[in-house]
């Protein structure tokens, strides 16, 4: 299981890090991504990281400015996000897979329950 959190409501310019804490033996052998839904648009892939934290992949839309790690020995995989802007504003979900650093949700067999975050301008 799969749990996020730290979402919330923040200004143009604004920092949050989301948190996903993991259930289960296997989180350090699975690779992990953090994926987001704005109102009325599909999901859409935001950053991945390998199982061992080593590698990492980022969209566009957020390279630079957001920044995915991991904790294996805490089983929590974190997404740092700077210089927030208005059109962040979507349900975070984070997700786990086997297959590494991919960008397509249908890799990823696990799933959070999402957390939202709201870029005021």
């Known amino acids: 299981q799969l749990q996020a959190s730290g979402g919330g409501l923040v200004q143009a310019g604004g920092s949050l890090r989301l948190s996903c804490a993991a259930s289960?033996?296997?989180?350090?052998?699975?690779?992990m991504g953090w994926f987001r839904q704005a109102p009325g648009k599909e999901r859409e892939f935001v950053a991945a990281?390998?199982?061992?934290?080593?590698?990492?992949y980022y969209a566009d839309s957020v390279k630079g400015r957001f920044t995915i790690s991991r904790d294996n020995a805490k089983n929590t995989v974190y997404l740092q996000m700077n210089s927030l802007k208005p059109e962040d504003t979507a349900v975070y979900y984070c997700?786990?897979?086997?297959?590494?650093?991919?960008?397509?949700?249908?890799?990823?067999?696990?799933w959070g329950q999402g957390t939202l975050v709201t870029v005021s301008s």
């Open positions: 997700a786990a897979g086997v297959r590494s650093l991919s960008s397509w949700s249908s890799d990823y067999n696990y």
């Open positions: 289960g033996r296997t989180f350090s052998r699975l690779a």
């Open positions: 990281i390998s199982w061992s934290g080593g590698s990492t």
